[in-house]
C-alpha cells in the first residue's frame, strides 16, 4: 500500500518486526510511545533520526493491524 511506504519488514531488522524504513524503530514502539503521552515533538527530540511521516505511518499501519486486515508492505 503506497500510503504506508516507510513500513517495512525484515526478518534481520528486528526479528521480522514492522519497523519504520528498515532501521530498528518499531512500529509497536512508536505507538507505544504515543500512547504513553509523548508528543510528537517529544518523540522526535528523543529520535532525531525519525520524521513525523514514520510516526503518522506508524500508527495507520496499527490501526489497520488492529483490525486484522491484512496488507502488503513496502519492499525494503
Known amino acids: ?5 516507510r513500513i517495512t519488514a525484515d526478518p534481520a531488522v528486528m526479528g521480522g518486526k514492522p519497523c519504520v524504513r ?11 510511545l504515543v500512547a504513553s503521552g509523548k508528543s510528537t515533538e517529544q518523540i522526535l527530540a528523543l529520535y532525531p533520526y525519525i520524521e513525523v511521516e514514520d510516526i503518522t505511518q506508524a500508527l495507520r499501519y ?7 486486515i491484512d496488507l502488503p508492505l513496502a519492499a525494503a
Do not use: D, I, P, S
Not at 500500500?1 to 511506504?5: F, I
Not at 528498515?22 to 514502539?29: I, K
Open 62 to 68: 496499527a490501526a489497520w493491524r488492529a483490525e486484522e
Open 1 to 5: 500500500m503506497k500510503q504506508l511506504n
Open 22 to 32: 528498515g532501521q530498528r524503530v518499531t512500529v509497536g514502539m512508536l505507538t507505544g
